[in-house]
């Protein structure tokens, strides 16, 4: 079946504009992630989703990130102004259900960069 | 705070040796997962350990877990080119995975 699978692959931007990155997680999968992967920072949380609900925003480095999860399905990432620190590669995962009982399955990644 | 800490970060080794990748944690974690990520690509899920004591095999890659140490190994037997790549541990914190820096493992022929 399908992976998790995200839209674009890269994207290269400049610096002050809004990007949206999208990610569509595994068909019946409930949760869904998204990391953050840096060369200075390693692999850092930054939300997750039950549902259409983010319980945990704790990990976004700023006002200037926010996600969305529309019909339970399809998840948004968006940068607002982007700074050239946003540059990284931003992976989503899903899983059938929250919580460490459950696997999660990882997409192949947007690159951004932020010139 | 969960936190995850790999050792050693870099790995460059010989085809045919043994080595080990040691990944240590701060607090209890119900789960310790292992990854793989090829350059460019995501993170291909390796094995999952459950418990205190848990043992897991695929091929050349052997991974064991120790709650009470809080340490899992990663232990790669008779090593192969294939095998280069960068290997994540992590553990579930908080309701999220927290990961460990990486292990690059380079494996010359």
């Known amino acids: 079946g399908a992976g998790v699978s995200q839209s674009p692959s890269n994207k290269v931007t400049e610096k002050g504009k809004d990007v949206e990155l999208r990610c569509d997680p595994i068909?019946?999968?409930?949760?869904l992630y998204w990391y953050r992967q840096s060369l200075g920072q390693g692999l850092e949380f930054l939300i997750y989703?039950?549902?259409?609900?983010?319980?945990?925003k704790s990990g976004l480095p700023s006002d200037r990130f926010s996600a969305e999860r529309t019909g339970g399905s399809v998840s948004t990432l968006t940068i607002q102004r982007t700074q050239q620190e946003d540059s990284a590669v931003y992976l989503c995962?899903?899983?059938?259900?929250?919580?460490?009982?459950?696997?999660?399955?990882f997409g192949p990644g947007t690159r951004l960069t932020v010139l | 705070e969960l936190k995850v800490e790999q050792n050693p970060l870099f790995l460059s080794m010989q085809e045919g040796k043994n080595y080990t990748i040691y990944c240590n944690y701060s607090?209890?974690?119900?789960?310790l997962y292992w990854y793989r990520q090829d350059p460019g690509k995501s993170l291909e899920s390796l094995f999952v350990?459950?418990?205190?004591?848990a043992v897991k095999q695929e091929g050349r890659l052997m991974a064991s877990l120790d709650t009470k140490a809080r340490l899992s190994t990663l232990h790669i037997t008779a090593a192969v080119h294939d095998l280069s790549a960068t290997y994540f541990c992590?553990?579930?914190?908080?309701?999220?995975?927290?990961f460990g820096q990486g292990t690059r493992l380079t494996i010359n022929p």
């Open positions: 992590a553990g579930w914190g908080a309701q999220k995975l927290v």
């Open positions: 350990l459950l418990s205190n004591g």
């Open positions: 995962a899903s899983s059938l259900g929250q919580g460490a009982y459950n696997e999660q399955f």
């Open positions: 989703f039950q549902g259409n609900s983010a319980p945990d």
């Open positions: 068909s019946g999968h409930t949760a």
């Open positions: 607090t209890t974690s119900d789960r």
